[in-house]
């Protein structure tokens, strides 16, 4: 897939971090299966894996939990 952003390159696959963050709270997912542009970094995650890190940050939020950094695993929420 070509970049959205620069359109200068073909995205490749790679395991990037996402931190996702609301208010105080702050949530670093490591490991995440994405699809990276080799020129500008930018980076694409699927859907069932965006799905799988808002469900987890949900997760985390309501346990009270204001900072945490977690290791991605495909099947982390079935």
Known sequence: MKC???LQAETV???ISVILTRGEFRLTV???PARVCP???DGYVEEVVAR???SL?????AL???ESALEYE???LG
């Open 30 to 32: 490591s490991g995440v």
């Open 74 to 76: 495909g099947d982390m």
């Open 39 to 41: 020129h500008c970094g």
């Open 13 to 15: 696959d790679r395991s």
């Open 64 to 66: 009270g939990v204001l």
């Open 4 to 6: 959205l952003i620069c």
């Open 52 to 54: 799988k890190l808002l």
């Open 57 to 61: 940050a949900e997760r985390e939020s």
